[in-house]
């Protein structure tokens, strides 16, 4: 009943800036946390942000802590990711998720989330 689709991923040089973008759209009248996930080729897919339906509450991998922030505009059903001082260990498809089930609470595992979008392509060169 929700779609999440991702944008705002391409090539960016070491040390420049991206800003992601997950829009939803269908059932979107209900609460729910939401998060940023990312998998690189070979690897498994990872959390990289969440946060909690107000953004009273939010949770970093320390991989990119102090250089990410993740944030939500739930007038227009969009949740964001900022990302700076990028590197090129940050190349990967970047997934966000959400989870209708308990939207006050950061959740951290994948199997947490409900609905999830196709991706987009972060690549960065060195």
């Known amino acids: 009943q929700v779609r999440l689709v991702e944008s705002g991923g391409g090539l960016v040089q070491a040390g420049g800036s991206l800003r992601l973008s997950c829009a939803a759209s269908g059932r979107t009248f209900s609460t729910y946390a939401m998060a940023w996930f990312r998998q690189a080729p070979g690897k498994e897919r990872e959390l990289v942000a969440a946060?909690?339906?107000?953004?009273?509450?939010?949770y970093y991998a320390d991989s990119v802590k102090g250089r990410f922030t993740i944030s939500r505009d739930n007038a227009k059903n969009t949740g964001y990711l900022q990302m700076n001082s990028l590197k090129s260990e940050d190349t990967a498809v970047y997934y966000c998720a959400v989870d209708f089930r308990t939207p006050t609470r950061i959740h951290t595992k994948l199997n947490e989330y409900d609905y999830w979008g196709q991706g987009t392509q972060v690549t960065v060169s060195s």
């Open positions: 946060i909690t339906w107000s953004g009273g509450a939010t």
